[in-house]
């Protein structure tokens, strides 16, 4: 499916990743009443937090990389809600990376390695 609806990381247009994982979490605040009752104030539903993996050249990995050092990305994705693509304003953490096993430099990269970081929607 996500080589169908392909994502978007501040308009640059990524491969397909190893695995993608979407989790969403409400966004609540709750207060008690002077009667001692619960108040809850839910802020939004669906707040999206991701857990990604790539297998890429070393050129890709720079990119990341670049990903990795800005304060926040546009991350256009595919909803499965809207049935439309949807831009999210997100950062990116914990950002690892390393050489893939037996990988070897060649003319036209540095080796092969894989990237993995989480998304977290402001």
């Known amino acids: 499916m996500l080589s169908d609806y392909p994502i978007y990381f501040d308009d640059v247009k990524l491969f397909t990743p190893e695995s993608w994982e979407e989790s969403y979490a409400v966004v609540e605040s709750t207060n008690q ?34 990903f990795r050092d800005k304060d926040s990305i546009q991350v256009k994705l595919y909803d499965l809600k809207s049935q439309g693509y949807k ?34 929607e402001f």
């Open 33 to 66: 009443t002077e009667a001692g009752t619960d108040q809850v104030i839910v802020t939004r539903y669906d707040k999206l937090s991701v857990s990604a993996s790539f297998p890429c050249s070393s050129r890709w990995a720079a990119i990341f990389a670049t």
């Open 87 to 120: 831009t999210r304003t997100m950062r990116m953490r914990n950002f690892k990376t390393g050489p893939e096993k037996n990988s070897e430099k060649t003319r036209g990269t540095n080796g092969l390695y894989t990237v993995s970081f989480e998304l977290e």
